[in-house]
């Protein structure tokens, strides 16, 4: 027997970025064409070939978690309840009076690439010069990638599904994409999802030079992130969190929520090609689109917008372009494309979480934020990149792509919520 359609709807929203706090500062800096790098301030950067980062600005953890609380969490840990406050907030959910009922239909899908590296390396200092002896009991529940969803459940008393999918840069749409076929297929009635990443540190920043990954653009960091340029020189690490409510249609409709856009479908694949390089034809990434056009019974010609991962590297952004042509073809060109990474940089596993709601919010505003930092045509990368600022136009069907190292490809369709 056919299990009944459930619709999935978005109903709140949380946002911590390197160029606003909240989804709508987040938003209106967007619109702005804001760049988030700047100078790294957490750590001395002498021997670094990178010196510069997109840090978050103008935030005091303490604003939002008691001092005892934020200090038995790694900063990624805390991100991640900060914006899960938000888009609880914002859903109009009363925690304190769920049913039974209610809490064991809500779960917690939400994720990390990396997990607690600053308590990895500050542990790590502390055995080295300490001994064991002397080593917290908070350092492995501090670490693991998956107390995210763990603390944010314990705080709100979400009894659903929890756990955490790890898939490095993919990891805020693969647990995106879980929570929402979760719902679909009637193992909870909604969720709180999405992905967090603190990884500007000098492990983080050191193992991607060691990679060869970061731009070395010291002399202007505004500028480096500039995805499709023919000067684009490796991304820029960023940090921060994006968290969505997402429900069943009758769930929400019961009670009386706000409905920002719909979740139509997903796609998942992988490269099979190598642990770093994506694969130059773009074949994954290819499958991946394919399949969420799939889930979500459209045509190609149905997109109006897609969120590239364009991450500003001089493979990625080629792979990336030719797996759009190759999908949708002709309708490549007719539909706007852009790389929200030119003003947030690259925040790893929460990277498909932020620019979730940057697509979410084309579709609510009905414009398309831009690509920033443009200056040289790359004669590789010929789509309509949305260049500088953005553009106002429909929009009722738009696509993000994420993809990781360890060739994840992931790929969700958010609509226009109709009746």
């Given amino acids: 027997m056919s299990r009944p359609t459930r619709r999935v709807v978005v109903t709140g929203m949380g946002a911590l970025t390197p160029i606003g706090n909240d989804p709508e500062s987040f938003w209106n800096a967007m619109m702005a064409g804001v760049s988030g790098a700047a100078p790294i301030t957490y750590f001395d950067t002498e021997a670094f070939a990178t010196k510069f980062a997109c840090e978050l600005k103008n935030f005091d953890i303490h604003d939002f978690l008691a001092r005892k609380e934020a200090r038995r969490m790694d900063p990624f840990c805390q991100y991640a309840m900060v914006v899960a406050g938000q888009a609880i907030q914002d859903a109009g959910i009363d925690t304190d009076n769920l049913s039974t009922e209610e809490q064991e239909r809500t779960g917690v899908i939400f994720g990390s690439g990396i997990g607690g590296l600053q308590a990895l390396y500050d542990s790590a200092t502390n055995l080295n010069a300490n001994g064991p002896r002397r080593m917290s009991p908070f350092f492995i529940p501090m670490m693991i990638p998956d107390i995210a969803p763990g603390q944010i459940s314990i705080k709100y008393g979400f009894r659903g599904p929890n756990y955490s999918c790890v898939s490095a840069c993919a990891t805020g749409n693969n647990n995106i994409g879980d929570a929402f076929m979760l719902i679909k297929l009637g193992h909870m009635d909604a969720a709180l999802t999405g992905g967090s990443e603190a990884s500007v540190s000098n492990l983080g920043v050191g193992g991607f030079n060691a990679l060869k990954a970061l731009s070395t653009r010291n002399d202007d960091p505004q500028s480096a992130s500039r995805p499709f340029d023919a000067t684009r020189d490796g991304f820029v690490l960023g940090e921060g969190a994006g968290a969505l409510y997402i429900e069943e249609l009758e769930h929400a409709r019961a009670r009386g929520a706000h409905i920002y856009a719909e979740i139509l479908g997903t796609g998942m694949s992988g490269d099979a090609h190598h642990i770093t390089a994506p694969d130059p034809e773009g074949l994954g990434a290819c499958n991946a689109m394919k399949a969420s056009l799939r889930d979500a019974e459209l045509s190609k010609e149905d997109v109006h917008y897609l969120n590239m991962h ?77 260049f500088n600022k953005p553009v106002k136009r429909e929009v009722k069907v738009a696509m ?20």
């Fill in 400 to 419: 993000s792509n994420a993809f990781g190292f360890g060739g994840h490809n992931t790929s969700v369709i958010f609509g226009q919520y109709s009746e």
């Fill in 310 to 386: 364009g991450t500003s590297t001089g493979l990625g952004d080629i792979a990336e372009s030719n797996a759009i042509k190759k999908v949708f073809g002709e309708h490549a060109y007719k539909m706007n494309v852009s790389s929200t990474k030119s003003m947030t940089g690259h925040l790893l596993g929460a990277a498909g979480a932020v620019e979730a709601i940057a697509t979410i919010g084309a579709i609510t505003h009905q414009i398309v934020p831009p690509t920033i930092n443009f200056e040289h045509p790359d004669p590789a990368c010929d789509l309509n990149y949305t």
